[in-house]
């Protein structure tokens, strides 16, 4: 779920040191014998890393993007910036009373936990389920401020964080780490990927008769965003649970297909019929067949 590397980011010795080793080791094997506590996973952000020039690069995206959410973002996203008291000035503490997850506890009781880096689904569903993000804390360097391939502080957490402010979709974001924390069958794998992509990377929301961003990739990105918006090479289709996990994506250009909400009672919905199937073909009392395309 969390892409690997990030050594060309100019604060990548925040995680090279002891503790992050060990916390990656413990990501790398959870599931294991002896490998069973996911929050030896998580680090310190060690926020006297970040450079001034991180700082810049912090200011600059946000600059470069605010702009424009303001008009075309969900507006639970945006009152969920606004609640975690999300701000260009700096980058975001994960620890103390100036802290997102300060206001985020009170809120939903969601925290933003720092990793290392690259974490494996296992490693990841499992920290969903406990109403946990594992955050990158590392950002990109000014060189490639445009574009990253590996997920930084800033799509993590400005990307992804404001929508944990909203109990409906923070009850749906643990519900989906549970499920996908509850199969080996990579049938389910699969789907649940894909839903994850369609949804909390790249999905958009009709609010007030207007299509409006709420995915993170679309949220941090100014190409994504505006092509997923404007373009009319995109197929924008209504939300089906179904159709969406049915469908395939690849990674390295804008995305062709979207799937719209109506809203986001209607995903969280989805997303516990699903759980239940999954539920009751765990038990024997059921089983779960592909669906017709």
Not at 223 to 238: I, K, N, Q
């Amino acid at each position: 779920m969390k892409s690997k590397g990030m050594a060309g980011c100019l604060n990548h010795a925040m995680i090279d040191n002891v503790q992050a080793k060990a916390a990656q080791a413990v990501a790398d094997h959870f599931g294991e014998p002896g490998f069973d506590d996911i929050t030896k996973a998580y680090i310190d952000q060690r926020y006297e890393g970040y450079s001034e020039e991180n700082q810049e690069t912090w200011r600059t995206l946000f600059d470069r993007q605010m702009g424009y959410l303001d008009e075309h973002a969900s507006e639970t996203y945006l009152a969920g910036a606004r609640a975690i008291r999300l701000v260009r000035e700096h980058i975001p503490y994960l620890d103390g009373t100036k802290s997102i997850n300060h206001f985020l506890r009170q809120l939903t009781g969601w925290q933003s936990k720092a990793v290392p880096g690259y974490l494996p689904a296992k490693s990841f569903f499992a920290c969903l389920a406990r109403r946990e993000f594992p955050t990158t804390v590392v950002i990109r360097a000014k060189e490639d401020i445009d574009y990253l391939p590996e997920p930084d502080i800033f799509h993590d957490i400005f990307g992804h964080v404001p929508l944990h402010a909203d109990p409906t979709f923070a009850d749906f974001l643990q519900t989906y780490g549970k499920a996908a924390l509850l199969t080996d069958d990579p049938f389910h794998t699969e789907r649940l990927a894909r839903l994850f992509w369609f949804t909390v990377e790249f999905g958009l929301i009709r609010e007030g008769g207007r299509v409006k961003l709420y995915g993170s990739g679309l949220i941090s990105s100014p190409g994504e965003s505006r092509h997923a918006l404007a373009s009319p090479d995109v197929d924008r289709r209504p939300f089906e649970m179904e159709r969406v996990c049915d469908t395939a994506f690849e990674i390295d250009h804008f995305q062709p297909i979207l799937y719209v909400l109506d809203s986001f009672e209607q995903l969280k919905d989805a997303m516990n019929s699903y759980a239940q199937r999954l539920l009751s073909s765990r038990a024997g009392t059921g089983s779960m067949q592909p669906a017709a395309s």
